[in-house]
């Protein structure tokens, strides 16, 4: 049974930084494409990141490219999101969630099958 539990989210100020976790259970990363979605209150949930299982090959949304990075550990069977340079905008519940495709870009929620239940962060002063 797939499961993914995120955890790490919080209040932070704006410029602060914040390291979300993606722990995977019931498979192993080698075979599927993580990725990170956020979904902020009234908007419709957004690409952030994705990494590849198969080789490790990571990808942004433009709206972070620079200041998210995207990590796994497969010993931990665990995915971060490693969020730097936090802005007001990025205040949303953040979902990461797993998929079983070799991913070229950050593609949308329909690709992914399994969703964890998400983690909210909050940028403000």
């Known amino acids: 049974q797939v499961q993914l539990v995120e955890s790490g989210g919080g209040l932070v100020q704006p410029g602060g930084s914040l390291r979300l976790s993606c722990a995977a259970s019931?498979?192993?990363?080698?075979?599927?494409?993580i990725g990170w979605f956020r979904q902020a209150p009234g908007k419709e949930r957004e690409g952030v990141s994705c990494?590849?299982?198969?080789?490790?090959?990571?990808y942004y949304a433009d709206s972070v490219k620079g200041r998210f990075t995207i990590s796994r550990d497969n010993a931990k069977n665990t995915v971060y999101l490693q969020l730097n340079s936090l802005k007001p905008e990025d205040t949303a519940i953040y979902y990461c969630?797993?998929?079983?495709?070799?991913?070229?870009?950050?593609?949308?929620?329909?690709?992914?099958?399994?969703w964890g239940q998400g983690t909210q962060v909050t940028v403000s002063s």
């Open positions: 019931g498979f192993t990363l080698d075979y599927y494409a």
């Open positions: 990494i590849s299982g198969s080789d490790g090959s990571t």
């Open positions: 969630a797993a998929g079983k495709f070799h991913p070229r870009a950050v593609v949308a929620a329909s690709w992914y099958d399994d």
